[in-house]
């Protein structure tokens, strides 16, 4: 089975550890396409900030992965 992995602001994803996601904290746009490029091949799917999917438009639009934006 696949891991989930949250992506964003340290605020709004660190509580996902409590329920066993691979939390990938990253502050700003640098952060956030570096902790993209680091998820790993074992990932079936992807929650990301409003803020994080902003400076990955791209690379969600063209993932295989099972992806979803958190509400702002």
Same mark, same amino acid.
């Given at each position: ?6 992506? !964003? ?9 409590? *329920?066993? $996601?691979?939390? +990938?904290? #990253? @502050?700003?746009? &640098? ?8 998820? !790993? ?9 409003? *803020?994080? $999917?902003?400076? +990955?438009? #791209? @690379?969600?639009? &063209? ?10």
């Amino acid at each position: 089975m696949g891991s989930v992995v949250v992506l !964003g602001e340290a605020s709004q994803v660190a509580g996902y550890r409590l *329920a066993g $996601a691979t939390v +990938l904290e #990253a @502050e700003d746009p &640098a952060a956030v396409r570096k902790a993209w490029a680091d998820i !790993g091949s074992d990932a079936v799917a992807v929650l990301v900030t409003a *803020a994080a $999917a902003r400076s +990955l438009t #791209a @690379e969600l639009a &063209a993932t295989s992965l099972l992806t979803a934006v958190m509400p702002s």
